[in-house]
């Protein structure tokens, strides 16, 4: 999914911050909602409405199109108001749509919890043949154990690099995160205004601190969450990253900043650690970084030490819940099935499809595809298998306290070490307004 993961994220900061108090009671003494069994009776002559927005629009009328038996209605909406819109629908007890794309895939943590009632557990309603096609796919989508939605896409971290340049200048693609620091030393000392990265955004997170398995949204439970700022595994991303901030080969700009645009055009930027759609949303695209054809290469994530699997993050992967207030769940639920599952449409996506058969048409595409300087699919296709699990769902947002911590002292010359002190407090104040007992 694109920089909408990674763009727009901080405005649901307000939403939490509304409905903060509410959650905590909600969830003093219980866990995800499950009103499945209080539904009325399925109506399969129910309108189905889906909200979503205009890059999946495709997929619902294809779905429109293919299955005339069921009515459906379809909405394109911003994105970032879902929740206030499915929040005002509480309060006035009707405007529910009964499926949603969201791009936000930590949003099913509050969609499925109390507070929200919404997000309808799909463990009985998607055949189990289905739900094992997407491997390890969905585990983003469980709550407690429960399926609430249905991935989309992975947005998986690989090592994408120039390869004529790094061939060019003798360097070698780094396996390890203390080879990828070493790197960063020599780019500064004998290619000054090349750069290895950028951090200057909340893709600090994504593609770093949560490689490194940094405990910022570590679920323990429905209502317990490790935050800790000072483990080891968030001051090793810093005594990483902050020597090449220091000296430039790590950018202090975001990825999308016209800046980097610039340095890219220019040849200059030799790598970036980043989701898999940066390959064909912002490598090849010409508005941002117009890579040639034969230039960008993927290469699996480093290994930090003491690992023994090269971890990678995940930068975006948007999901498809249905609403427990669906009055016809069955043609809910079987458009939402559709949009992540259909093979003639997800071969076409723009991202990698979490749906396994999918996948591997897409990377067939992928792998002929004269744009890259080889066939990236054996990284991207291991990168999908190895997301860290130190993150998961959390009903609170960690992108607005990182852009006014983290990122602002990235941007603003400063160390992230310096940040990670006050990362902690305003995470964990979220997370403890949001019902969370916070440990360490």
Request: glycine share 6%; aromatic share 10%; proline share 7%.
């Amino acid at each position: 999914m694109r920089p909408q993961h990674s763009s727009t994220r901080s405005w649901r900061i307000g939403v939490t911050a509304l409905t903060a108090s509410a959650l905590a009671l909600s969830l003093a003494a219980c866990g995800p909602s499950d009103d499945s069994s209080k539904q009325t009776k399925d109506d399969p002559n129910a309108t189905v409405l889906v909200w979503t927005d205009a890059t999946r629009q495709p997929a619902f009328d294809a779905f429109k199109k293919a299955n005339p038996g069921v009515k459906i209605k379809i909405e394109v909406i911003d994105p970032t108001a879902i929740l206030s819109k499915i929040q005002l629908a509480n309060r006035v007890g009707r405007g529910w749509p009964d499926v949603i794309f969201d791009p936000l895939p930590t949003d099913v943590a509050a969609l499925a919890s109390p507070l929200f009632k919404f997000a309808q557990p799909l463990d009985d309603l998607v055949p189990k043949s289905v739900q094992d096609g997407f491997s390890t796919g969905n585990k983003g989508c469980k709550v407690d154990g429960k399926l609430y939605c249905l991935q989309n896409d992975i947005a998986q971290d690989v090592l994408w690099y120039n390869k004529p340049k790094m061939k060019e200048f003798g360097y070698s693609v780094p396996t390890t995160w203390a080879e990828y620091k070493a790197l960063g030393e020599k780019v500064a000392r004998d290619h000054p205004g090349y750069i290895i990265g950028a951090a200057g955004g909340t893709n600090i997170y994504y593609d770093y601190l949560w490689s490194s398995g940094c405990p910022l949204q570590n679920v323990k439970s429905s209502t317990q969450v490790q935050i800790n700022t000072a483990d080891p595994k968030c001051t090793r991303v810093a005594k990483t990253i902050d020597p090449l901030l220091a000296n430039g080969s790590v950018s202090r700009l975001s990825p999308f900043d016209p800046k980097i645009n610039k340095i890219a055009k220019q040849g200059k930027l030799l790598m970036h650690p980043a989701a898999s759609w940066f390959g064909e949303f912002v490598f090849k695209a010409k508005s941002a970084y117009a890579y040639k054809n034969g230039q960008i290469a993927a290469a699996p994530m480093p290994t930090w030490d003491g690992e023994s699997t090269n971890y990678s993050g995940a930068q975006g992967g948007g999901i498809y819940v249905v609403s427990s207030h669906a009055k016809n769940k069955a043609g809910a639920v079987a458009a939402a099935q559709w949009a992540a599952t259909n093979e003639t449409y997800q071969t076409t996506a723009p991202t990698y499809p979490a749906y396994a058969p999918a996948a591997e048409k897409w990377l067939a595409k992928v792998k002929t595809d004269t744009f890259y300087a080889e066939d990236p699919s054996a990284a991207l296709t291991a990168a999908a298998t190895k997301i860290n699990p130190a993150s998961a769902p959390t009903r609170y947002p960690v992108e607005g306290a990182l852009n006014s911590t983290v990122v602002a002292a990235i941007t603003a010359g400063n160390t992230i070490a310096s940040a990670l002190e006050a990362l902690q407090t305003q995470l964990a104040g979220l997370a403890s307004s949001s019902g969370y007992e916070v440990i360490k």
